[in-house]
């Protein structure tokens, strides 16, 4: 390397320095003499590739204490700011928020990973980008909250409040929301793999493109839900009820819709391949060019029963 091109390096290493090493460019030690160098300095790697760490021979110990001790503050947990009041970006890390009157709050991008907020109040909150993974919510009232992209995943939400929620996007991975009330919720592209959403009321629900595959909803309410597009390989929807819902262009492949009430329901151009049917209920529901679960395809404009 040149010198020109050495120069350049100086300004990035020269201020990574301290009272006891210094930061130097790699290249400039090569125009030096190695044997005076080595006398007076030892000589590190830095964490550039293009600087090195010249350390006083005579401050050999304090410097590797230093840097002993600088590595296990590293390591040292840092604690949540659980006395800090609500705000954007708070971190509420597995802090205890049971019970507390959190409604319109502007909590986005908080952090509220594993944190207790059963019981809550956060009606018309603001949570989008917040990171509510495995945190409990278990009869919160989150009717009207905005979550749109908010994380949840493992998140225990039985028995919570989602009535007008907007969670469009919103990551709910292996979420439990048994029992939950979802009316009218925008759960528009969410993440809803392995959910829990057994007696859960998503009536009214726009479920659209998202994905709800291996999602338990035994008995759950999905009358006049929006699912088209829907993910909803090997679902369980034993005895659910889906009268009137509108599932076209959505994937039931392998799902369990035994007993399940799809009355009405507009399931054209659908996929049902290997779907447990016994005892569901399709009067009047459309069947446009729906894949059977014998994999047949029924006739266009087929209506309660696949032709």
Known sequence: MSSVNCARWWSGCSRRRSGISKAVPACSILTRSWASLSRRWEIWPFQREDCVVLIPRTRRRVVLLSLILLGLADTLPVKAACEDPPARRCDWLHCDKQGLDLHDADLREAVLTRANLAHARLSGARLSGADLGSAVLSGADLSGATLQGTRLVSARLERAILTGANMAGARLERAVLTGATLRE????????????????????????????????????????????????????????VLSGARLRGARLDGANLLGADLRGADLSQATLAEARLDGARFDDARLDSTTWNTRQRCQPGSVGVCR
Do not use: I
């Open 185 to 240: 919720t925008n759960l528009r592209g969410a993440a809803l793999y392995q959910a829990d959403l057994s007696g859960a009321d998503l009536s009214g629900a726009d479920l659209s493109q998202a994905n709800l595959a291996q999602a338990q909803m035994n008995a759950a309410r999905l009358d006049n839900a929006l699912l088209e597009e829907a993910v909803l390989s090997r679902a369980v929807l034993e005895d659910a």
